[in-house]
């Protein structure tokens, strides 16, 4: 009986030390994109495959998150185009969705702003290449929103980019892409 106590006391001395994680929901959660060219844009859509943020003494001290690259959407068309841009958005010319099929985010330092807002210097992981990011967190009591932007070609997606291609003219495609994330938990 004494071992048993013991245990649980140091598991739950551990799990306090560490903090509390709250799992995302993936349901409610949201990750929207927006890719630019000199033509338009295009809007979508992924999912998140998992995720959490972890609290201490109220404060976030951690967040890690999987994203599902195989739900990649396009919301801003239909039918025929729809799918010729999902297809070669999920191709090797882009994010080759088969041979990866998440991409992965760990928060790596987290400075409070106060009043809920943190900056996040995070490693985002794409293709099976990694790179820092920063971006804000604004965090509220069940949900957080964060607005990213995205050099694709520090991951390997140099497709239509006008920094690595010349007399691309009105084909050429920004390096730049727009993540919104809706966090709720």
């Known amino acids: 009986m004494k071992n048993l106590a013991l245990l649980l006391f140091l598991i739950f001395g551990l799990q306090t030390s560490l903090g509390q994680s709250k799992k995302i929901d993936l349901k409610k959660s949201t990750l929207t994109w927006t890719g630019k060219k000199v033509t338009g844009e295009h809007q979508g859509s992924l999912k998140f495959k998992n995720g959490s943020l972890t609290f201490k003494n ?43 099929p998440t991409a992965q985010m760990i928060f790596k330092k987290i400075i409070s702003k106060g009043k809920g807002l943190y900056q996040i210097s995070a ?37 239509g980019s006008g920094s690595f291609f010349e007399d691309l003219g009105d084909r050429t495609i920004y390096d730049e892409f727009d993540l919104d994330v809706a966090l709720a938990f």
């Not at 890690?64 to 185009?81: E, K």
């Not at 509220?140 to 932007?149: I, P, R």
Request: proline share 1%; aromatic share 8%.
């Open 123 to 159: 490693d985002l992981s794409i293709k099976g290449k990694t790179n820092p990011v920063i971006f804000d967190l604004n965090l509220k009591s069940k949900s957080a929103t964060a607005h990213l932007v995205i050099d694709r070609t520090k991951y390997g997606i140099q497709y």
């Open 58 to 100: 109220k404060k976030l001290v951690r967040g890690n998150f999987v994203v599902d690259m195989t739900s990649l959407n396009n919301t801003d068309q239909t039918g025929t185009d729809k799918a010729k841009l999902e297809g070669h958005l999920k191709s090797a010319d882009f994010f080759d969705t088969e041979g990866y």
